[in-house]
């Protein structure tokens, strides 16, 4: 809740005539800052909340994308996709655990590498920018990077397995494959974004506990495990609500990748509500599949932002 | 004050005066531009040469705007539906040829326009009987071989010849595949629906039907769970896993990818476009230049002729665009149309086929390849290779979704799942 400030009496705020006895609504200084948000407020709201609200109104409506008839329908497409088998049994469960195994993975790398760069060996300048080179490229030609290193003819990674002997893999032909891979490559584009702000974070740590440590004869990994993680606990905390959130809606990397295939088995809730929209043209139907993802989220990043600040209150 | 206000009415006047002046002086007046939207593929790039060619001649400027393939249907569906005069022409499909019926102007007025060929133009009629396309050219899907490992009489002239044939050559290290051809979504065609058809197959019943007044009469009911296409998909997933004439992982090829394979050298057959004729000969891009050869397909056991599919890719006027363009539009659509010459350098350069069939014969008296084409495309059964209705673009993905399934599951399993897909392709076409 922001409270309304007084009216300021720094010399800013314009004089009151006498006998006038009702105070500006705003001060100068008030007036300024508000001017200063207005763009990004007329942004905010052209951008995001006029569209939610024309997405929110077109999810009641039979709206097909070349005949918007536009005829209100009701919870008609809710109820649709709420009974929809492929929603309930794939789409959702697939969405999370992208979510989790991305999510996670990218944290341990980042950890690894964080400390790894906070060593201060030689050639970590150039090691930092190799590192965080996933992050600079564009997730639609790393996707695109990655279908190629995986392809079963001209792939590297089929170059050496028939090196070693294996013949080719279809790594995009079933589902589980296609999923690592999807997997994989959003562990790779992702890492060095936990590793920068980890590393940010462990640079900033205090140094005298861990001086203590080391006069107590305390190994690395206990150092790490009784130290470093509690102390950092408040960033990874969160990295993770930020990187949760951003996984959910993940959509370029698994469309180059597998499209949702094969057969819908790889399919997320982005994937879906695209299909709906874009390849079916049912803009109704996709509306409303946009709308519930974003209920699921509201309420899953809710639950982990209250945990994070949980996380947060005991760090402090 | 008056001073500012002085020179404020001189400067108005000015301008007013120059208005004038360049509306009366037609020299001075801006040339119109017409702009032409497309997907940017080497067949419509030389069609807009044609168009440029006559638009330049009638002091007009074209301009291009560009879409992804990927979001093409839904932008300008958008575009069309919310009025947008953006395109003055755009590049129209059969795919998509009923979905914009009602937004795009008739053409049967267009010079030439009887000279194309009729049954290309079924998807295209709006519900007045109003034409509403100007082709650019044809699409064909064709049957390639490599002419260096494949003779003449060794040409498959069923599926059976084409698994025996393709295992040759890979027992002889020839090639690693037999076989290799884009079934991914939405490359249906290349794998799945040629040897649909060419075996007396279809998604609906009745076969080859593409009236949507018989269609709806039955029920939009599919027959993918019927004998006739239980046997395609067993064929390949013979094909992929047993027989292993084809990757395992062609289920997830694309265009680019199966074209890889085959110019690489390491397939014999493969089946794409007409238009990648001149790809697959380019010695730059092609390692299989000079040995490419054409043939109709081979047909399975439910058929006895060769059947394919000959399409067109066109160009549509929106009925959002002022009709001073659409005239114009028209006139060097015309113009295009009745170009022979024109056409001619577009097979040449691109091997896109002529929309103008009076240029076949030209070209089959003086050229080979394109005689090649007419004999294995043009001369044989046709069928069309979409089904023209709004539920289209849903289909499509359903059944692509059931047969990848079917393909990368058990064998045994073919059947049930094919009669659960049936029941999601006919809920697909009937989808309010």
């Known amino acids: 809740m922001v409270k309304a400030h007084p009216p300021v009496s720094d010399g800013l705020s314009p004089k009151m005539a006498p006998g006038q006895n009702a105070e500006p609504w705003l001060g100068e200084k008030e007036r300024f800052m508000l001017l200063l948000i207005v763009p990004a407020g007329i942004v905010l709201v052209l951008f995001q909340i006029v569209p939610i609200i024309f997405g929110a109104n077109a999810s009641f409506r039979d709206w097909q994308l070349f005949d918007p008839v536009r005829t209100w329908v009701g919870l008609k497409h809710y109820i649709y996709i709420l009974n929809d088998p492929t929603f309930l049994t794939v789409v959702l469960p697939n969405t999370f655990l992208l979510m989790f195994l991305s999510v996670t993975l990218s944290l341990i790398g980042g950890l690894a590498l964080a400390h790894y760069l906070h060593r201060n060996l030689a050639g970590q300048w150039p090691m930092q920018t190799i590192i965080l080179l996933p992050q600079m490229i564009a997730p639609v030609i790393a996707a695109m990077m990655m279908r190629w290193v995986f392809n079963d003819q001209f792939g590297v990674v089929a170059a050496f397995l028939d090196w070693i002997g294996f013949g080719p893999i279809a790594w995009l032909a079933q589902r589980w494959p296609s999923f690592f891979i999807v997997v994989f490559t959003d562990v790779w584009i992702w890492t060095p974004w936990f590793a920068l702000i980890l590393l940010a974070g462990l640079r900033s740590l205090p140094r005298e506990p861990f001086e203590a440590a080391q006069i107590d004869a305390a190994g690395p990994w206990r150092t790490f495990t009784h130290l470093t993680l509690p102390m950092l606990r408040s960033v990874i905390a969160v990295c993770v609500l930020i990187r949760s959130i951003d996984a959910f809606r993940s959509f370029d990397v698994i469309w180059i990748l597998t499209g949702g295939g094969p057969a819908r088995s790889t399919e997320v809730f982005s994937i879906y509500t695209y299909i709906e929209t874009f390849v079916n043209l049912d803009f109704g139907r996709g509306s409303a599949a946009a709308m519930i993802g974003a209920l699921i989220i509201l309420v899953v990043a809710g639950v982990m932002y209250k945990a994070a600040s949980r996380v947060m209150d005991v760090s402090r | ?432």
């Open chain 2, 1 to 432: 004050m008056a001073r500012r206000r002085d020179g404020v009415r001189l400067l108005t006047s000015l301008a007013l005066a120059i208005g004038v002046l360049s509306w009366a002086n037609p020299a001075a007046r801006a040339e119109e531009t017409l702009n032409i939207c497309h997907g940017g593929h080497p067949i419509m790039v030389a069609s807009q040469k044609i168009l440029d060619k006559w638009a330049k001649m009638e002091g007009v400027k074209l301009a291009t705007t560009l879409i992804a393939y990927d979001v093409y249907v839904p932008k300008v569906t958008q575009m069309l539906t919310t009025g947008s005069a953006q395109c003055d022409i755009i590049w129209h499909n059969d795919d998509w040829g009923q979905l914009w019926q009602q937004y795009v102007v008739t053409t049967d007025d267009v010079a030439g326009i009887d000279n194309v060929a009729k049954q290309p133009l079924d998807a295209f009629w709006n519900d007045q009987h109003k034409l509403t396309v100007v082709p650019m050219a044809h699409t064909i899907g064709t049957f390639f071989y490599r002419k260096d490992l494949i003779s003449d009489a060794e040409v498959p002239k069923t599926f059976a010849d084409m698994v025996k044939i393709g295992q040759k050559l890979q027992k002889e290290g020839k090639v690693k595949w037999g076989y290799v051809g884009a079934m991914s979504f939405n490359n249906t065609w290349f794998s799945l629906w040629w040897t649909m058809w060419n075996n007396g197959c279809d998604i609906f019943k009745p076969i080859y039907e593409r009236d949507n007044k018989v269609l709806a009469a039955n029920d939009w009911t599919s027959i993918i769970d019927q004998p006739c296409h239980q046997q395609i998909i067993e064929f390949w997933w013979d094909a992929l896993h047993k027989d292993k004439i084809a990757p395992e992982a062609n289920t997830t090829y694309g265009r680019n990818e199966a074209n890889a394979i085959f110019m690489a050298g390491d397939a014999a057959i493969t089946v794409a476009d007409s238009t990648f004729w001149g790809d697959y000969n380019d010695k730059n891009k092609s390692r299989v230049a000079g040995n490419i050869g054409m043939a109709p397909y081979p047909v399975g056991p439910g058929r006895s002729k060769p059947i394919t599919w000959v399409d067109i890719w066109g160009w549509a006027i929106p009925k959002s665009v002022p009709p001073a363009h659409q005239a114009l539009a028209k006139k060097l659509l015309g113009e295009m149309l009745t170009d022979e010459d024109g056409q001619v350098q577009m097979w040449n350069e691109t091997g896109g086929p002529p929309p103008n069939v009076k240029v076949w014969d030209r070209l089959a008296a003086s050229d080979p390849v394109f005689r090649k084409l007419k004999e294995v495309d043009f001369d044989q059964d046709h069928v069309h290779s979409a089904y023209y209705f709004a539920n289209w673009p849903k289909v499509h993905k359903a059944y692509s979704d059931v047969a990848i399934k079917a393909l990368t599951g058990k064998r045994e399993d073919i059947p049930a799942v094919l009669k659960e897909g049936a029941k999601s392709v006919h809920d697909a076409a009937v989808a309010q």
